[in-house]
């Protein structure tokens, strides 16, 4: 089943909210080699102006992951899990996340194109802090390979 054109514009209803711990953004900056102290120390991140450790700039994809998670389950969409490959992905942030942020993200499919038998599925996660402030959008573009 091809991709439903007909998701372009769907927006999904905003995640529930992510606390960022302290562990968590450790463990993602060791996995992606992200060696900074302000990663890793408490120290080092509040001398650098933060109020705990700074979060690597990929880290958004962890909660992008909760709204990419919307569209798959998404049977409408018709976006075949097993055909997908990873076309792209991009951060606009705003500010670092660093962690006790809690932050919400919501989904909108802004493009869907069909190229060389594949479907090209564009969408953009908008994060929030908990004051509805932007931190961070992250763009992603899914390629669903053709029969």
Do not use: C, W
């Amino acid at each position: 089943m091809p991709v439903n054109p007909e998701i372009q514009g769907r927006q999904y209803p905003p995640t529930a909210p992510y606390l960022v711990g302290r562990e968590k953004v450790r463990e993602f900056a060791r996995a992606v080699q992200a060696a900074h102290p302000e990663h890793l120390d408490v120290e080092a991140a509040r001398a650098a102006g933060h109020a705990d450790v700074v979060a690597p700039p990929t880290f958004p994809i962890v909660i992008q992951e909760l709204t990419l998670r919307q569209l798959l389950d998404d049977d409408s969409a018709g976006v075949d899990f097993t055909r997908v490959v990873h076309g792209d992905q991009r951060f606009t942030a705003s500010r670092p996340i660093v962690a006790g942020d809690e932050l919400t993200a919501q989904l909108t499919v802004t493009s869907v194109k069909s190229l060389g038998g594949n479907d090209m599925v564009t969408s953009e996660s908008v994060i929030t802090d908990a004051r509805g402030q932007h931190v961070v959008t992250a763009t992603s573009t899914l390629v669903v390979r053709g029969e």
